[in-house]
């Protein structure tokens, strides 16, 4: 499962395809969610991109959306501070996973 309850909130298994024409949910990759994202994969801008559309979809702000793996790869694992991790699940789910 990609996503998984924290104390704080969730943690989120994502895999990044930089680059693309738009930022959207793209399903599902070896068990993480399958993102998408028009920014390129220079300087860390796909990875703030992948954080804003996380937070976009879950409902909560930029600074609840941290990135806690994977800075140099595809495979990320994002922290969001939310107590609503069904809601969450089920957000990302409908979006297109």
Do not use: Y
Request: include cysteine; proline fraction near 4%; glycine fraction near 12%.
């Amino acid at each position: 499962m990609w996503c998984r309850a924290t104390a704080d909130g969730a943690e989120l298994d994502v895999w990044v395809v930089p680059g693309g024409s738009r930022s959207a949910v793209r399903g599902e990759h070896d068990g993480r969610l399958r993102l998408a994202v028009a920014a390129p994969p220079e300087d860390g801008r796909a990875n703030r991109a992948v954080a804003r559309l996380i937070g976009d979809l879950a409902g909560v702000g930029p600074h609840q959306v941290q990135l806690v793996r994977g800075a140099r790869s595809r495979a990320k694992t994002f922290r969001i501070e939310t107590a609503r991790v069904r809601d969450l699940i089920e957000r990302l789910g409908a979006s297109g996973a």
